[in-house]
C-alpha cells in the first residue's frame, strides 16, 4: 500500500486496476462497483451510450473525481490517496479538446509545456513534436477558434502527450469530428501504443470499439461485459443476424416488429436477430413482400459489436 505523498505503490503489469469502483450523486449510483484492469502498453476501449457512466469513471481515474468507494491505482499511485500525483503522470484530453481558443496554436503549446512541467532544454523540441504531428506547424500563429476541428483534435492530443506520459486517459475524443479525420486519430493512437503507452479511451461510436486491443461495455453504471472484441462476439452471440436491406425502411422495421421478429435499425439497414439465419431468410421475405414493402436482398452476416451491445442490455 501506499505511504508519503508522491510515492509509488509497488511496481505491477497494470497501467490501471480498480475494484468496486463506485460514485453516488445522492441516491444516483453513476458508477456502480466496476471492477477494470488495463495492462500496459494496451488500447483500452470504454463504451457505452451516453449517460452510461464512462465520463465519471474516467474523471475518477484521473484524479479530477472523489470516488464514494473503492480501491485501485493508476500507474501505481492509489486512487483515493494520492489524485495530485496521479495527475503529473497522465495525459487527459476531454471532448471539448482542452484547448484556448483565444491563444494562437503555439501558445497553446506553450501553455500546456508549463502546466506538465516539461524541462526547459526539452520544450522546443516538444513543440516541434505536437506541430509535425498534427500537421500544423506553417500554422503556429493562427488562432486556435479558426481551425477545423480535425486539425483542433489533434493538436488537443499533442498538448495532452507533451510530457510523454506512460498513460492517457481520452474522453470521447472524437466526438464532433468527421469521419477521415477519426481514423487519421486513431492511427495516431497505435502509434503511442506501440512505444509503449497505454490508451484509455471512452466513446459511444461503437464501430470504434473495433480498433481496441480490448474493451468494456458500461450500461446505466455497471460493466456488462469485458474482452477483446472478437471473444466478445462469439461469447455474448448466441444467435445468428440477418441484414434486411429494403426501400421503405421504417415501414420494414414496423411489419417485421409487429410479425415478432427481433430487429434494430442499423445504418441504412435493418438487423434481425434470429436463431438460424438462412431458415428464417424465407419468413422475413413473406412478411415483407405480404406487406407490399420491396426487399432489395437478406443475407446472413457477421455480428457487430453493436449487435452484441444490444443482445446484452436487452437481459440486463
Not at 480535425?150 to 510530457?163: D, E, M, N
Not at 492517457?168 to 493512437?189: H, K, Y
Request: with cysteine.
Amino acid at each position: 500500500m501506499t505511504t508519503a505523498e508522491g510515492q509509488r505503490l509497488p511496481p505491477e503489469e497494470s497501467a490501471v486496476t480498480v475494484k468496486g469502483l463506485t460514485r453516488a450523486f445522492g441516491d444516483f449510483r453513476a458508477v456502480d462497483g466496476i471492477d477494470l484492469t488495463v495492462a500496459k502498453g494496451e488500447v483500452f476501449g470504454f463504451l457505452g451510450p451516453n449517460g452510461a457512466g464512462k465520463s465519471t469513471t474516467i474523471r475518477m481515474l484521473c484524479g479530477l473525481l472523489t470516488p464514494s468507494a473503492g480501491t485501485g491505482t493508476v500507474g501505481g499511485f492509489d486512487i483515493m490517496k494520492q489524485s495530485e500525483e496521479i495527475k503529473k503522470h497522465i495525459g487527459y484530453m476531454s471532448q471539448r479538446f482542452s484547448l484556448y481558443d483565444d491563444l494562437t496554436i503555439e501558445e497553446n503549446i506553450d501553455f500546456f509545456s508549463g502546466i506538465y512541467g516539461v524541462a526547459d532544454e526539452k520544450r522546443k523540441e516538444r513543440k516541434e513534436w505536437v506541430l509535425d504531428m498534427a500537421g500544423i506547424g506553417e500554422k503556429r500563429k493562427s488562432i486556435t477558434r479558426t481551425m477545423a476541428s480535425g486539425f483542433k483534435q489533434r493538436l488537443a492530443l499533442g498538448c495532452a502527450v507533451i510530457h510523454e506520459p506512460p498513460i492517457i486517459f481520452l474522453d470521447e475524443p472524437t466526438s464532433g469530428v468527421d469521419p477521415i479525420s477519426r481514423r487519421r486519430f486513431w492511427n495516431l493512437i497505435y502509434e503511442m501504443s506501440s512505444r509503449g503507452t497505454t490508451v484509455f479511451v471512452t466513446t459511444h461510436y461503437l464501430d470504434e470499439a473495433e480498433y481496441c486491443d480490448r474493451l468494456a461495455l458500461i450500461y446505466r453504471g455497471r460493466i456488462i461485459a469485458e474482452g477483446r472484441p472478437d471473444a466478445m462476439k462469439k461469447e455474448h452471440m448466441h444467435k445468428e443476424i440477418l441484414e434486411v436491406a429494403v426501400f421503405d425502411i421504417v415501414a420494414g422495421l414496423d411489419v417485421l416488429g409487429r410479425k415478432g421478429f427481433d430487429v434494430a435499425l442499423f445504418g441504412n439497414v435493418i438487423h434481425a436477430t434470429v436463431d438460424k439465419g438462412e431458415s428464417a431468410i424465407p419468413a422475413i421475405h413473406s412478411a415483407l413482400t405480404e406487406a407490399n414493402i420491396p426487399v432489395a436482398n437478406v443475407t446472413v452476416v457477421r455480428p457487430s459489436l453493436e449487435d452484441v451491445f444490444v443482445s446484452l442490455i436487452e437481459v440486463s
